[in-house]
C-alpha cells in the first residue's frame, strides 16, 4: 500500500513520468577540515530544463545543482565554523532486512538506493562519512520536504521570542486567507498538519488543486497556459476546507508555505534571512544554505531548502543538543524540547500513515517515532534521523529511482536507522 503523499510530492512523481565487525570500537579521534567550496564543473546533462530536472537521468545532477537552475536566497553562513571531531568506527558489517525480508549489507543497502552523502554522528564526532557518484562534500543537496522541518523550528523559535503566538489564529497574520481552509484554525494547526483541507488530487485536471499549486509555485514548469493565479497566496485564497472532518491528521505541504508566509509577516523579511539569523549563521556552518526562488521571488520553504550533508548534520547535532551548539544556546532549550516530546499519537493514528506506523507522531513539522528519536524527511529519500538515547545523528541524501513516499521505503530506511542506533547502544 502506498502512502497518500502530499500535493506537491505527488505531483512531482506525476512529472517524473508523464514529462517524457564486529563490536562498535573508538580508536584514534581526528579533527575533520572544514572543507573549502570548489567549484566542480561538472557537465550538466543536455537538454536539462526546468520542466525535467526530477526526471532521470536529469535529475542525477540537478538536485545537487539546483542553484544553478533556479534563483536562490541565501541562507548566510555565519563568520567562524564548528569543527568536527572525526572518530574512527566500523558500521561495514551491520546487515540491514529490507521490506521484502531480503538481506542486504551496510554499504550494498546505501547503493541500493541511490545514495549520495550518508553521515552519522555520535556524541557529537564522526564516526561515518562517504559521498557516493558525483556527490562531494562541498555539494549542495535538496533537502525536499526536510524543508519542512526547518520552516517549522523557525517558528518555534520566532514563538518563544513573541513574535508568533501560535494559539492565535491563523487569519490574525494572514487575513488575506479569510473564507479559506486557514479561517478558524490556528497557527499551531499548521505547525502540527491538522488542518482540515480540500485537496483535488486529480494531477491531469488543469482545475485541480495540485495542478494549480505546481502551476504557480514554478517547482516544476509544467507546458501549457500560464497559471491564472499572479502568485502563491492568490491561489491559496482559493483553497477549501476538506469535506472529512474527521480526518485528524492531514499532511499537506501548503500549510508550511503559510508559515513562511507569517515569518515574513512578523519580521518584514524572506524566510531565507530569518532562517540564517536565529539559526544557520550561529550553527557554524561550513557552506551558506539556500532555498529555490520562483519567478516572483517567492521562496519555497515547504521543499526547496538546500545544503551541504554535513551542514544538515550540524543542524541534527543542534537538535540532539536541546539548541546548543557550536559554544552557544542558539536558541531556547524549549524549542528542541517541545519537538522532541512529540504531538498526538491519537490525532497521527487516524491517518493513513498511522495506519501502518503505530504510536508516531508529528508536531512543529518534525516526525517522531515510537521511541525517543524524531526526524525529518523528504522526497527521492532525504533523511535528518536524531536519537537521544544513543546521542545519535544519521543524515541520508539520495536521489532515488522513483520518489519515495511508499511505506517499503520508510521500513528500508527505519531500519537501517535502527540497525545504526542498536549497535551504538550496544556498544556503550
Given at each position: 500500500m502506498q502512502f497518500k503523499t502530499?500535493?506537491?510530492?505527488?505531483?512531482?512523481?506525476?512529472?517524473?513520468?508523464?514529462?517524457?565487525?564486529?563490536?562498535?570500537?573508538?580508536?584514534?579521534?581526528?579533527?575533520?577540515?572544514?572543507?573549502?567550496?570548489?567549484l566542480v564543473e561538472e557537465t550538466r546533462p543536455e537538454g536539462t530544463?526546468?520542466?525535467n530536472w526530477l526526471r532521470p537521468p536529469y535529475k542525477y545532477w540537478a538536485i545537487k545543482n539546483v542553484d544553478k537552475l533556479f534563483s536562490v536566497g541565501t541562507i548566510a553562513k555565519g563568520a567562524s565554523t564548528a569543527k568536527l571531531e572525526k572518530s574512527a568506527t566500523s558500521l561495514m558489517d551491520l546487515k540491514i532486512e529490507q521490506f521484502d525480508g531480503k538481506i542486504y549489507g551496510f554499504e550494498e543497502h546505501l547503493d541500493s538506493n541511490r545514495t549520495d552523502g550518508f553521515l552519522v554522528l555520535n556524541k557529537g564526532k564522526i564516526i561515518y562519512e562517504k559521498y557516493f557518484g558525483n556527490m562531494t562534500e562541498t555539494s549542495p543537496h535538496n533537502w525536499f520536504s526536510v524543508s519542512k522541518s526547518l520552516t517549522g523550528l523557525t517558528v518555534a523559535i520566532l514563538a518563544v521570542e513573541g513574535k508568533i503566538d501560535l494559539q492565535k489564529p491563523t487569519l490574525h497574520y494572514m487575513p488575506?486567507?479569510?473564507?479559506?481552509?486557514?479561517?478558524?484554525?490556528?497557527?499551531q494547526q499548521l505547525m502540527d498538519m491538522t488542518v482540515n483541507m480540500h485537496f483535488d488530487e486529480a494531477y491531469n485536471n488543469p482545475k485541480s488543486d495540485a495542478y494549480?499549486?505546481?502551476k504557480v509555485s514554478h517547482f516544476v514548469e509544467i507546458p501549457g497556459p500560464p497559471s491564472k493565479f499572479e502568485n502563491v497566496l492568490d491561489y491559496f485564497k482559493t483553497v477549501k476546507k476538506g469535506e472529512n472532518h474527521e480526518e485528524l491528521f492531514h499532511y499537506v505541504s501548503l500549510n508550511t508555505e503559510?508559515?513562511?508566509?507569517?515569518?515574513?509577516?512578523?519580521?518584514?523579511?524572506?524566510?531565507?534571512?530569518?532562517?540564517?539569523?536565529?539559526?544557520?549563521?550561529?550553527?557554524?556552518?561550513?557552506?551558506?544554505?539556500?532555498?529555490?526562488?520562483?519567478?516572483?521571488?517567492?521562496?519555497?520553504?515547504?521543499?526547496?531548502?538546500?545544503?551541504?550533508?554535513?551542514?544538515?548534520?550540524?543542524?541534527?547535532?543542534?537538535?540532539?543538543?536541546?539548541g546548543?551548539?557550536?559554544?552557544?544556546?542558539?536558541?531556547?532549550?524549549?524549542?528542541?524540547?517541545?519537538?522532541?516530546?512529540?504531538?498526538?499519537?491519537?490525532?497521527?493514528?487516524?491517518?493513513?500513515?498511522?495506519?501502518?506506523?503505530?504510536?508516531?507522531?508529528?508536531?512543529?513539522?518534525?516526525?517522531?517515532t515510537d521511541k525517543a528519536a524524531f526526524f525529518a524527511k523528504g522526497l527521492f529519500g532525504q533523511w535528518i534521523y536524531v536519537d537521544p538515547t544513543t546521542e545519535t545523528v544519521i543524515v541520508k541524501f539520495t536521489t532515488a529511482d522513483v520518489p519515495t513516499s511508499t511505506e517499503y521505503d520508510w521500513m528500508n530506511n527505519m531500519n537501517l536507522?535502527?540497525?545504526?542506533?542498536k549497535r551504538l547502544g550496544n556498544a556503550e
Open positions: 502530499t500535493y506537491f510530492l505527488i505531483i512531482l512523481t506525476l512529472l517524473l513520468f508523464s514529462a517524457c565487525q564486529q563490536q562498535t570500537k573508538e580508536t584514534a579521534i581526528t579533527e575533520v577540515v572544514p572543507a573549502k567550496k570548489v530544463t526546468k520542466t488575506e486567507l479569510k473564507g479559506t481552509a486557514w479561517d478558524g484554525t490556528m497557527v494549480k499549486f505546481a503559510v508559515l513562511g508566509m507569517i515569518i515574513s509577516k512578523v519580521t518584514g523579511k524572506k524566510p531565507s534571512e530569518v532562517m540564517s539569523e536565529k539559526i544557520w549563521s550561529k550553527m557554524g556552518t561550513e557552506q551558506d544554505g539556500f532555498i529555490m526562488k520562483n519567478t516572483n521571488g517567492y521562496e519555497l520553504v515547504s521543499a526547496a531548502i538546500n545544503s551541504t550533508l554535513r551542514d544538515a548534520g550540524r543542524l541534527g547535532q543542534l537538535m540532539l543538543n536541546d546548543y551548539f557550536n559554544g552557544q544556546q542558539v536558541f531556547p532549550k524549549s524549542v528542541a524540547q517541545t519537538i522532541k516530546k512529540g504531538g498526538s499519537i491519537k490525532k497521527f493514528a487516524q491517518s493513513k500513515r498511522g495506519k501502518v506506523f503505530t504510536n508516531f507522531h508529528y508536531t512543529n513539522q518534525w516526525w517522531h536507522m535502527e540497525a545504526i542506533v
